[in-house]
Protein backbone atom coordinates (compact mmCIF):
# COMPACT_ATOMS: atom_id res chain seq x y z
CA UNK A 1 0.00 0.00 0.00
CA UNK A 2 1.76 3.09 -1.08
CA UNK A 3 1.95 5.58 1.36
CA UNK A 4 0.67 8.62 1.04
CA UNK A 5 2.95 12.49 0.37
CA UNK A 6 1.95 15.68 0.41
CA UNK A 7 3.91 18.74 -0.79
CA UNK A 8 5.94 21.40 1.90
CA UNK A 9 2.74 24.04 2.89
CA UNK A 10 4.84 25.83 5.24
CA UNK A 11 4.40 29.74 4.46
CA UNK A 12 1.80 28.90 2.06
CA UNK A 13 -1.43 31.00 1.50
CA UNK A 14 -4.74 29.17 2.32
CA UNK A 15 -5.46 29.13 -1.91
CA UNK A 16 -2.33 28.18 -2.61
CA UNK A 17 -2.36 25.42 0.30
CA UNK A 18 -5.26 23.45 -1.57
CA UNK A 19 -3.06 22.67 -4.54
CA UNK A 20 -0.21 22.18 -1.95
CA UNK A 21 -2.07 19.47 0.04
CA UNK A 22 -3.07 17.49 -3.17
CA UNK A 23 -2.19 13.85 -2.11
CA UNK A 24 0.11 11.76 -4.46
CA UNK A 25 -0.44 8.03 -3.76
CA UNK A 26 2.37 6.81 -6.50
CA UNK A 27 5.67 5.18 -5.44
CA UNK A 28 6.46 5.43 -9.24
CA UNK A 29 7.40 8.93 -10.12
CA UNK A 30 7.65 8.77 -13.69
CA UNK A 31 7.30 5.64 -15.51
CA UNK A 32 8.07 5.66 -19.30
CA UNK A 33 6.88 3.20 -21.48
CA UNK A 34 8.12 2.76 -25.00
CA UNK A 35 7.90 6.55 -25.28
CA UNK A 36 8.99 7.68 -29.33
CA UNK A 37 10.12 11.33 -30.37
CA UNK A 38 10.73 12.04 -34.00
CA UNK A 39 11.54 14.93 -35.40
CA UNK A 40 11.69 15.70 -39.47
CA UNK A 41 14.82 17.29 -40.92
CA UNK A 42 16.05 18.90 -44.34
CA UNK A 43 18.75 17.23 -46.01
CA UNK A 44 20.72 18.94 -49.08
CA UNK A 45 21.50 16.54 -52.06
CA UNK A 46 19.30 14.07 -53.74
CA UNK A 47 18.60 10.80 -55.34
CA UNK A 48 15.92 12.03 -57.36
CA UNK A 49 16.23 14.52 -60.33
CA UNK A 50 13.07 16.00 -58.59
CA UNK A 51 14.55 16.67 -55.71
CA UNK A 52 18.17 18.15 -56.45
CA UNK A 53 17.30 21.69 -55.60
CA UNK A 54 15.12 21.21 -52.14
CA UNK A 55 16.79 18.68 -50.44
CA UNK A 56 14.86 15.67 -48.91
CA UNK A 57 12.71 15.27 -45.51
CA UNK A 58 14.35 12.79 -43.02
CA UNK A 59 13.30 11.50 -39.81
CA UNK A 60 15.44 11.80 -36.88
CA UNK A 61 14.29 9.26 -34.09
CA UNK A 62 15.15 11.80 -31.07
CA UNK A 63 13.83 9.13 -28.54
CA UNK A 64 13.41 5.73 -29.95
CA UNK A 65 11.29 3.12 -27.81
CA UNK A 66 12.61 4.15 -24.23
CA UNK A 67 10.82 2.93 -21.14
CA UNK A 68 12.40 3.16 -17.61
CA UNK A 69 10.62 3.56 -14.24
CA UNK A 70 12.21 6.55 -11.70
CA UNK A 71 10.91 5.82 -7.98
CA UNK A 72 9.50 8.73 -6.00
CA UNK A 73 12.38 10.52 -3.71
CA UNK A 74 15.14 9.32 -6.30
CA UNK A 75 17.84 10.78 -8.40
CA UNK A 76 18.12 9.56 -12.03
CA UNK A 77 21.03 10.60 -14.18
CA UNK A 78 20.38 10.80 -17.79
CA UNK A 79 23.72 10.55 -19.43
CA UNK A 80 24.60 10.39 -23.58
CA UNK A 81 26.70 12.19 -25.88
CA UNK A 82 25.44 15.56 -27.36
CA UNK A 83 22.79 15.16 -29.75
CA UNK A 84 21.57 11.48 -28.38
CA UNK A 85 18.23 12.69 -27.23
CA UNK A 86 18.21 14.01 -23.23
CA UNK A 87 16.48 17.42 -23.67
CA UNK A 88 13.97 16.06 -25.82
CA UNK A 89 13.64 12.98 -23.27
CA UNK A 90 13.33 16.00 -20.63
CA UNK A 91 11.24 17.76 -22.82
CA UNK A 92 8.71 14.88 -22.92
CA UNK A 93 8.43 14.41 -19.27
CA UNK A 94 8.03 18.15 -18.94
CA UNK A 95 5.32 18.21 -21.16
CA UNK A 96 6.83 21.04 -23.52
CA UNK A 97 6.52 17.79 -26.29
CA UNK A 98 4.28 15.29 -27.01
CA UNK A 99 5.41 11.93 -27.27
CA UNK A 100 4.73 10.55 -30.91
CA UNK A 101 4.38 6.79 -29.54
CA UNK A 102 4.71 4.97 -26.10
CA UNK A 103 3.22 6.74 -22.62
CA UNK A 104 4.77 8.65 -20.19
CA UNK A 105 2.88 8.93 -16.82
CA UNK A 106 4.02 11.29 -14.21
CA UNK A 107 3.15 10.64 -10.43
CA UNK A 108 0.34 8.14 -12.23
CA UNK A 109 -0.81 11.13 -14.84
CA UNK A 110 -0.45 10.79 -18.18
CA UNK A 111 1.88 13.91 -19.58
CA UNK A 112 -0.18 13.77 -22.94
CA UNK A 113 -3.98 13.95 -21.45
CA UNK A 114 -3.34 15.57 -18.06
CA UNK A 115 -0.39 18.10 -18.38
CA UNK A 116 -1.76 20.93 -16.28
CA UNK A 117 -1.63 18.64 -13.37
CA UNK A 118 2.07 17.58 -14.43
CA UNK A 119 3.70 20.84 -14.56
CA UNK A 120 2.20 21.48 -11.50
CA UNK A 121 4.16 18.99 -10.05
CA UNK A 122 7.45 20.13 -11.95
CA UNK A 123 10.07 22.67 -11.63
CA UNK A 124 12.72 22.98 -14.49
CA UNK A 125 16.43 24.19 -14.59
CA UNK A 126 17.90 24.55 -17.83
CA UNK A 127 20.67 26.99 -18.78
CA UNK A 128 18.09 28.97 -20.93
CA UNK A 129 16.71 30.07 -18.29
CA UNK A 130 14.71 33.60 -18.34
CA UNK A 131 14.90 36.34 -16.14
CA UNK A 132 13.97 40.00 -15.54
CA UNK A 133 17.59 40.94 -16.11
CA UNK A 134 16.98 44.60 -15.03
CA UNK A 135 15.69 43.43 -11.64
CA UNK A 136 17.83 41.83 -9.18
CA UNK A 137 18.21 37.79 -7.90
CA UNK A 138 15.55 38.50 -5.49
CA UNK A 139 12.86 40.81 -7.35
CA UNK A 140 13.08 37.63 -9.83
CA UNK A 141 12.70 35.08 -6.94
CA UNK A 142 9.93 37.34 -5.70
CA UNK A 143 8.12 37.63 -8.60
CA UNK A 144 8.23 33.69 -9.52
CA UNK A 145 7.22 32.86 -5.98
CA UNK A 146 4.33 34.93 -6.13
CA UNK A 147 3.01 33.31 -8.85
CA UNK A 148 3.22 30.50 -6.90
CA UNK A 149 0.82 32.19 -4.23
CA UNK A 150 3.69 32.25 -1.52
CA UNK A 151 3.64 36.09 0.69
CA UNK A 152 6.16 38.54 -0.10
CA UNK A 153 7.45 38.81 3.15
CA UNK A 154 8.19 34.55 3.19
CA UNK A 155 8.96 34.91 -0.65
CA UNK A 156 11.96 37.14 0.23
CA UNK A 157 12.58 35.29 3.51
CA UNK A 158 12.87 31.76 1.58
CA UNK A 159 14.72 33.83 -1.66
CA UNK A 160 17.71 35.27 0.62
CA UNK A 161 17.87 31.63 2.51
CA UNK A 162 18.69 29.91 -0.58
CA UNK A 163 20.85 32.49 -2.41
CA UNK A 164 23.15 32.66 0.69
CA UNK A 165 22.93 28.59 0.94
CA UNK A 166 24.24 29.04 -2.63
CA UNK A 167 26.97 31.41 -2.04
CA UNK A 168 25.28 34.47 -3.11
CA UNK A 169 26.14 37.42 -1.09
CA UNK A 170 23.41 39.89 0.40
CA UNK A 171 24.52 42.51 -1.48
CA UNK A 172 24.70 40.57 -4.82
CA UNK A 173 21.25 39.03 -4.55
CA UNK A 174 20.03 42.96 -4.46
CA UNK A 175 21.94 44.11 -7.70
CA UNK A 176 20.63 43.71 -10.39
CA UNK A 177 21.00 40.50 -12.19
CA UNK A 178 22.51 41.95 -15.71
CA UNK A 179 25.43 42.60 -13.51
CA UNK A 180 25.91 38.82 -12.25
CA UNK A 181 28.34 36.77 -14.39
CA UNK A 182 26.40 33.87 -16.47
CA UNK A 183 26.91 30.98 -13.61
CA UNK A 184 25.43 33.40 -10.92
CA UNK A 185 22.57 33.75 -13.26
CA UNK A 186 22.39 29.67 -13.19
CA UNK A 187 22.56 29.19 -9.17
CA UNK A 188 19.49 31.97 -9.22
CA UNK A 189 17.67 29.95 -11.88
CA UNK A 190 18.49 26.78 -9.29
CA UNK A 191 17.40 28.58 -6.47
CA UNK A 192 13.97 29.63 -8.28
CA UNK A 193 13.17 26.43 -9.24
CA UNK A 194 13.99 25.17 -5.76
CA UNK A 195 11.43 27.88 -4.46
CA UNK A 196 8.17 26.29 -4.56
CA UNK A 197 9.07 23.30 -3.13
CA UNK A 198 8.33 20.96 -6.11
CA UNK A 199 7.99 17.13 -6.55
CA UNK A 200 9.70 16.63 -9.42
CA UNK A 201 13.45 19.18 -10.40
CA UNK A 202 13.90 18.37 -13.70
CA UNK A 203 17.76 19.29 -13.20
CA UNK A 204 19.53 19.87 -16.97
CA UNK A 205 22.79 20.47 -16.69
CA UNK A 206 22.45 22.68 -13.72
CA UNK A 207 26.16 23.02 -12.76
CA UNK A 208 27.29 24.07 -16.52
CA UNK A 209 29.37 27.00 -16.32
CA UNK A 210 30.18 26.87 -12.66
CA UNK A 211 33.86 27.79 -11.51
CA UNK A 212 34.66 24.39 -8.80
CA UNK A 213 33.49 26.09 -5.73
CA UNK A 214 29.95 27.01 -6.91
CA UNK A 215 30.05 23.72 -8.47
CA UNK A 216 29.82 22.30 -5.12
CA UNK A 217 27.70 24.94 -3.31
CA UNK A 218 24.98 23.62 -5.91
CA UNK A 219 25.72 19.45 -5.43
CA UNK A 220 25.54 20.32 -1.57
CA UNK A 221 22.51 22.21 -1.93
CA UNK A 222 21.27 19.24 -4.25
CA UNK A 223 21.88 16.54 -1.39
CA UNK A 224 20.46 18.71 0.82
CA UNK A 225 17.34 18.93 -0.98
CA UNK A 226 17.34 15.58 -1.33
CA UNK A 227 17.38 14.56 2.21
CA UNK A 228 14.98 17.49 3.65
CA UNK A 229 12.56 17.70 1.18
CA UNK A 230 10.35 14.33 -0.53
CA UNK A 231 10.95 15.65 -4.31
CA UNK A 232 12.06 13.44 -6.77
CA UNK A 233 15.05 15.06 -9.16
CA UNK A 234 16.02 14.35 -12.97
CA UNK A 235 19.92 15.00 -13.97
CA UNK A 236 21.93 15.53 -17.03
CA UNK A 237 25.12 16.49 -16.63
CA UNK A 238 28.14 15.36 -18.43
CA UNK A 239 29.93 16.08 -15.37
CA UNK A 240 30.79 12.33 -14.45
CA UNK A 241 32.33 12.91 -10.41
CA UNK A 242 28.87 14.60 -10.52
CA UNK A 243 26.44 11.90 -11.80
CA UNK A 244 28.64 9.54 -9.29
CA UNK A 245 28.26 11.88 -6.58
CA UNK A 246 24.49 12.60 -6.71
CA UNK A 247 22.64 10.15 -9.02
CA UNK A 248 21.02 7.01 -7.51
CA UNK A 249 20.78 5.33 -10.94
CA UNK A 250 21.82 6.41 -14.08
CA UNK A 251 20.62 5.54 -17.33
CA UNK A 252 22.88 6.22 -20.28
CA UNK A 253 20.97 6.81 -24.15
CA UNK A 254 22.84 6.46 -26.96
CA UNK A 255 20.80 8.05 -30.77
CA UNK A 256 17.75 8.38 -28.52
CA UNK A 257 17.67 4.70 -27.29
CA UNK A 258 18.42 3.40 -23.62
CA UNK A 259 21.51 1.34 -23.87
CA UNK A 260 22.28 0.81 -19.77
CA UNK A 261 20.33 1.47 -16.78
CA UNK A 262 21.37 1.01 -12.98
CA UNK A 263 23.18 2.24 -10.19
CA UNK A 264 26.86 3.95 -10.73
CA UNK A 265 28.25 1.34 -8.60
CA UNK A 266 27.02 -1.78 -10.84
CA UNK A 267 27.42 0.07 -14.40
CA UNK A 268 30.98 -0.11 -13.09
CA UNK A 269 30.85 -3.85 -12.02
CA UNK A 270 28.91 -4.44 -15.30
CA UNK A 271 31.94 -2.51 -17.35
CA UNK A 272 34.52 -3.88 -15.11
CA UNK A 273 36.24 -0.57 -14.04
CA UNK A 274 36.45 1.72 -11.70
CA UNK A 275 35.80 5.05 -13.24
CA UNK A 276 32.30 5.95 -14.52
CA UNK A 277 34.03 7.79 -17.27
CA UNK A 278 35.49 4.47 -18.49
CA UNK A 279 31.67 2.77 -18.35
CA UNK A 280 30.29 6.13 -20.83
CA UNK A 281 33.23 5.32 -23.08
CA UNK A 282 33.25 1.33 -23.36
CA UNK A 283 29.04 1.82 -23.68
CA UNK A 284 28.96 5.03 -25.99
CA UNK A 285 31.82 4.88 -27.56
CA UNK A 286 32.75 8.33 -26.88
CA UNK A 287 35.06 9.87 -24.42
CA UNK A 288 34.58 12.59 -22.26
CA UNK A 289 36.69 14.96 -24.56
CA UNK A 290 34.77 13.85 -27.66
CA UNK A 291 31.93 15.27 -25.77
CA UNK A 292 32.97 18.49 -24.71
CA UNK A 293 34.59 19.27 -27.89
CA UNK A 294 31.51 18.08 -29.65
CA UNK A 295 29.65 20.60 -27.07
CA UNK A 296 32.10 23.66 -27.68
CA UNK A 297 31.33 23.15 -32.08
CA UNK A 298 27.64 23.32 -31.19
N1 LIG B 1 13.01 20.70 -32.50
C1 LIG B 1 13.76 19.84 -33.19
N2 LIG B 1 13.64 19.71 -34.54
C2 LIG B 1 14.40 18.83 -35.24
N3 LIG B 1 15.30 18.00 -34.66
C3 LIG B 1 15.46 18.08 -33.33
C4 LIG B 1 14.72 19.00 -32.52
N4 LIG B 1 15.10 18.83 -31.21
C5 LIG B 1 16.04 17.88 -31.22
N5 LIG B 1 16.26 17.43 -32.48
C6 LIG B 1 17.20 16.35 -32.88
O1 LIG B 1 16.94 15.24 -32.01
C7 LIG B 1 18.18 14.63 -31.64
C8 LIG B 1 18.30 14.63 -30.11
O2 LIG B 1 18.48 15.97 -29.66
P1 LIG B 1 18.56 16.38 -28.12
O3 LIG B 1 18.64 17.86 -28.04
O4 LIG B 1 17.46 15.71 -27.37
O5 LIG B 1 19.96 15.72 -27.69
P2 LIG B 1 20.82 15.93 -26.35
O6 LIG B 1 21.26 14.57 -25.93
O7 LIG B 1 20.08 16.73 -25.36
O8 LIG B 1 22.06 16.74 -26.91
P3 LIG B 1 23.07 17.77 -26.15
O9 LIG B 1 23.91 16.97 -25.20
O10 LIG B 1 23.87 18.32 -27.28
O11 LIG B 1 22.23 18.83 -25.46
C9 LIG B 1 19.28 15.40 -32.36
O12 LIG B 1 19.57 14.72 -33.56
C10 LIG B 1 18.65 16.74 -32.64
O13 LIG B 1 19.21 17.32 -33.81
Avoid at 20 to 48: L, M, P, Y
Avoid at 138 to 160: D, F, H, I, S, T
Avoid at 169 to 195: C, D, W, Y
Avoid at 246 to 272: H, M, N, Y
Wanted: negative net charge.
Amino acid sequence: MPQLIERQTDSLSPQVRVHQTENIDSEVAICCHQACKRFSEWVEGSRSLKNAFRGEKKWVHAVNHVSFEVKRGEIFGILGPNGSGKSTLIRLISTLLLPDDGTITVFGKDVSTHHLEVRRWINRVSVEASFFKKLSAVENLRYAARLYGLPVEAAQEKALSILTRLGISRNKAFSPLETHSRGMQQKVAIARALMTSPVLILLDEPTTGLDPKSKRDVQQYVEEVKQTHDATMILTTHDMDEAERLCDRIAIIDKGTLIALDTPEQLKKQVGTDSLEEVFFQLTGKDWEDVLADEDSN
